[in-house]
């Protein structure tokens, strides 16, 4: 079988036209960031911001068109919108100190809560797996969002494969598992293909992600945020009213430096913090039951003291945690009796009263995009 190359993709591509200029998409420059790799495609097509909406057709038929290539197994196509408006007062960026019009709810969504870290390797993602089973646990409609796209996790520790089908074929209907639904760029791309995408087709397949997937009626989306604070943070502010954030970090200073990045990065676009979680706490040894503080121990309760947010609590280092979480059964719903487990459903309970009070407080009002 012919592999598709680079010449063969654009040579298919060149027949689809842009119809608002009628030129085609290769000729016109629209196609960029084409990667291709053991038969999978992923590239994004650039359009106008104010054409945005009516691009999604054009968007479909690039990704059909490539699809039905001999020997393409998978194709991935995003819309970005990195070419400004040809007036400036179109443009999709917001003004400073103004908000962002462009911000729309998900419909049938309640509440948004995102998971984040100023810094990777703290446990981010695993937290938010437990957060949102636990939450489901207490009788919330849950769904999962893995908004991490270049390092996708949630296939693995929710024990998923396969693709999402689409029931009406516009949106793509959410993997399920352990009474959540789930989205993530996991499902859509192989486990060892890379994304070499830049910020905005980024920006744009967590768009899509959101939009384009059929939720239903949710009490809870639970967004697994990808550490730092870059394009994904930035996107979320702007596009959808995020009820509040979780910031999850390890004791010792340095993390402690990063989650207050993270923390005042939500504040500084009108994200209420939900509050903090110190993971890996302490080392709790299976042999004996001792407690080892291997990372220092309170820096996080401290830390929320210090800056004004709930501490919502501890979670230790157990060997259960990782085998569990590699496994793909989390461990809430595999080992509920270990001290792990009653953490993190102790958290979603507090998570869960966090939101309440946001979503009932008078004086908050819809978040804002500031661009200082």
Known sequence: MTMPNKEIIEQN???????TTGKDIISAGMVTGLQIKDGHVAFAIEVNPKDGAKMEPLRKE??????????????????TAEKQAENPQNSAQPSRGEPNENKGSLPGVSSIVAVASGKGGVGKSTTAVNLAVSLSTLGLKTGLLDADIYGPSMPRMLGITGKPSSTDGKTLDPMENFGIKVMSMGFLVEDDTPMIWRGPMVQSALEQMMRDVNWGELDVLVVDMPPGTGDVQLTM????????????????D???????????????????????????????CPDNGKKYDIFGHGGAKREAERLGVKFLGEVPIEIDVRKTSDEG????????????????????????????????????????????
């Open 13 to 19: 591509l060149a027949k689809i036209l842009d119809p």
């Open 62 to 79: 690039a990704e059909t068109l490539i699809q039905n290539l001999p020997g393409v197994i998978s194709t991935t196509v995003v819309l």
């Open 237 to 252: 502010a702007q596009r959808v009213p995020v009820t509040g954030a979780v910031i999850v970090s390890t004791p010792q």
């Open 254 to 284: 340095i993390a402690l430096l990063d989650a207050r990045k993270g923390l005042n990065m939500f504040r500084k676009v009108d994200i209420p913090v939900l509050g903090i979680i110190e993971n890996m706490s302490y080392f709790l």
């Open 329 to 372: 059964h989390p461990i809430v719903i595999s080992m509920p009796d270990t001290v792990s487990a009653q953490a993190y459903n102790e958290i979603a309970i507090r998570v869960k009263e966090a939101t309440e009070t946001v979503q009932s407080s008078s004086s908050v009002t819809p978040p804002k995009i500031v661009i200082q």
